[in-house]
């Protein structure tokens, strides 16, 4: 059942090409220039008026949430506040009958989302999910949402119900900017376009599994490691620390790249590997400076550049080349070699992958 690959976690790292596609199909129409949520299209003015969205998840689910705050900001203008369940179900959160709460859950089950939602319920606001499986609990007591159709998930980490899920956010984001007249028919071209050719694209990126073994037989046995990134590239470093932590069990922290001054820095040394996202973008020379101040200290870099780049690849250690998209999808090709990385340090390190020590596939405990 895991289709020729030796573990479930390279074959749904595998799937997401697909897995994309079907997040999209009959959501998406680039010939005729629509995007459409079936499952929210009750909610679309309610969210398109709405004047604040939180968004509540756990763990990689979180992530997404973070790259959704990008989306939904810069498409929709709306104010998006991020929460990590456990902390907002706690907190005595100011909660309005006019906020709308959006879910993300893989599996649907997670304690902590399951409370935080039942809260926001209470107090009146809307709540929404976006859970990867069909009749789960967080589906079932939402009052919409849209599924990821990702298919079962069965590694404890979580790969291709996080680009899944990044995608939902962007038909969403992109269906409610449409409707509150925030995103322009160009760029609502252009961005819908480059959603429909991401599958092909991250398919390119896991032609390159062979080079992503290569480093990863390099840093095997680090002991720690930082992912740093910007802007919507920040939650991808996250996203990549928590992959490398919970399958490989080597210490690893995601920093936005510029907060590295503030305390970071002071880690590093010639056994340090730094992984970095500098894909071209707005933050790009800024990117380059953080990965001088790296290679100043004898750090390593592994960076992940746009296909083309000729600054970075001439100073880091190690590169990876991924191919240019509209900026608000990056996320949804950088995050594949960082999957691809943790996914190789780990089976070199001889660690259980699909089922890393003390963690369970969903947690169903507050
Ligand atoms: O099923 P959920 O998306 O609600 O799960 C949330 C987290 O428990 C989950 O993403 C966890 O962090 C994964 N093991 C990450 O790979």
Redesign the pocket.
């Known amino acids: 059942e895991k289709g020729g690959y030796e573990h479930f976690m390279l074959k749904e790292i595998h799937e997401q090409p697909r897995s994309i596609k079907d997040c999209f199909r009959g959501r998406l129409n680039v010939d005729e220039g629509w995007v459409k949520l079936g499952g929210i299209k009750d909610y679309e003015t309610k969210l398109a008026n709405a004047k604040r969205i939180i968004m509540i998840?756990?763990?990689?689910?979180?992530h997404a949430a973070l790259v959704g705050e990008y989306l939904f900001e810069d498409l929709t203008r709306i104010p998006v506040e991020v929460e990590y369940a456990s902390e907002f179900r706690y907190r005595n959160p100011i909660i309005n009958e006019d906020d709308i709460v959006i879910a993300?859950?893989?599996?649907?089950?997670?304690a902590d989302?399951m409370a935080a939602l039942n809260l926001a319920k209470s107090k009146g606001a809307t709540i929404l999910g976006i859970c990867?499986?069909v009749g789960s609990s967080?589906s079932r007591i939402t009052d919409a949402g849209s599924y990821t159709h990702a298919g079962p998930e069965i590694g404890?980490?979580?790969?291709k119900?996080?680009t899944a899920q990044v995608t939902v956010l962007t038909l969403m984001a992109l269906a409610i900017a449409r409707k509150k007249g925030t995103l322009d028919d160009s760029r609502f071209r252009r961005i819908i376009t480059e959603l429909e050719l991401i599958p092909n694209k991250v398919a390119k990126i896991l032609e390159k599994a062979p080079k992503i073994e290569e480093i990863a037989a390099v840093y095997k046995d680090a002991t720690n490691a930082l992912y740093l990134g910007r802007g919507n590239s920040f939650p991808v470093a996250l996203e990549g620390a928590?992959?490398l932590k919970?399958i490989s069990y080597i210490h690893a922290e995601g920093y936005p790249a510029a907060e590295m001054k503030h305390g970071p820095i002071a880690l590093i040394d010639e056994e340090m590997p730094v992984f970095v996202i500098a894909t071209k973008g707005p933050s790009y020379e800024k990117v380059v400076s953080n990965i001088q101040e790296v290679k100043a200290r004898k750090g390593k870099i592994i960076a992940v550049i746009t296909e083309g780049d000729t600054q970075v690849k001439a100073i880091a250690d190690h590169y990876i080349e991924i191919p240019d998209t509209d900026e608000n999808l990056t996320p949804l090709l950088t995050t594949i070699p960082f999957q691809l990385i943790s996914y190789y340090v780990a089976v070199m390190r001889g660690a259980n992958v699909d089922q890393p020590r003390n963690?369970a596939?969903?947690?169903t405990v507050e």
């Open positions: 998840a756990c763990g990689t689910s979180w993300i859950s893989q599996s649907g089950e997670t989302t990867n499986v967080i404890v980490a979580s790969t119900a996080f928590l992959k919970e963690l596939k969903s947690v």
